[in-house]
């Protein structure tokens, strides 16, 4: 008996693919384990190489995989139109059982990606003023946050956060999960955005176990730590996925994730203590805000979505 591609069966297949980006991150060499060798933390230079070349190579297997999944399913017409559903190559689209590829979309596709940059820079309006106005480095100049972000990923850290770690994870939170769900066109719009990102927090809880094991940090504040991150990635990856959903591209997924990472979490304090400096700060976190959402639709707007919205 052939197994159907149900509801159901995608919903298994989109847990297989999320929980496999934390189960790889877990699989200790041979060497180690018989070494004895306690866990290494996530910062320790090895295991951040390790882990590295781990995501990667999932991420690279997951994209040659589920196309091949929906096409042998009949969920998509062929390989090729399984791989637009991913939204990874630029000019690639799937329309009326037809393939096309056209130079003006490729131009279309980067000027989404150039567009979900400037959502996210709105909305970061406030920490961008302070980083390159208020901030000042060791000589009292003023930052150079595109060379500082050049300089970021030259470190192994830095080009995990900003680089690979965006990467992967929008490959496989958003483009692999995404693309197994929304061309069966059964699955409604509020849980391809609301609920799948869940994943994608549940997914970052492993940092919690990673605390508890290799750290003396007290269990509440784990659990607090725990859940501030589940919350943040959580909604975040409801933005992700609904600009993955408009624009049907996962590159502007990567830009804004690793804009994000770079950025870090807004800091409510500015670093000038000056009334004028603080109102400015002040005013551009709230107008920030209010610019995201004003222009949340129209930036992300595209002719590439891959679903119809109503």
Known sequence: MRIKYTTTFAYCLSFLIAVSYVLVLYVVPRSRVAAGEPPATRNDPIA????????LILSLFW???????????KVVHNIVHGISVLGIIPG???????????IDYVFVFMNNTAKSLLLVVILFAGPLFDYVVLQ????????????NFYLETRNIWGFRNVIVGPFTEEIVYTSCILGCLY??????LDVLIFVTPLYFGVAHLHHGYELYSTST?????IVKVCLAQFAYTSLFGIFTNYVFLRMGNVWSCFVV??????MGFPSFKPSSNRTSMKTVYYLLLIGGAIGFFMFLKPLTHSKLSPIKWH
């Not at 000042?136 to 060379?147: L, Y």
């Not at 940090?217 to 504040?221: A, P």
């Open 48 to 55: 951040v190489r390790t882990r590295i070349k781990k995501v």
């Open 217 to 221: 940090y007290k269990k509440l504040f």
């Open 63 to 73: 994209i040659a995989a589920l196309p091949v999944i929906l096409t042998y399913f």
């Open 257 to 262: 994730h690793s804009f994000c990472n770079y």
């Open 136 to 147: 000042k480095n060791q000589f009292g100049r003023r930052t150079n946050i595109i060379r």
């Open 183 to 188: 061309p069966l066109n059964k699955i409604g």
């Open 92 to 102: 690639l689209k799937y329309t009326h059982d037809a393939f096309i590829f056209r």
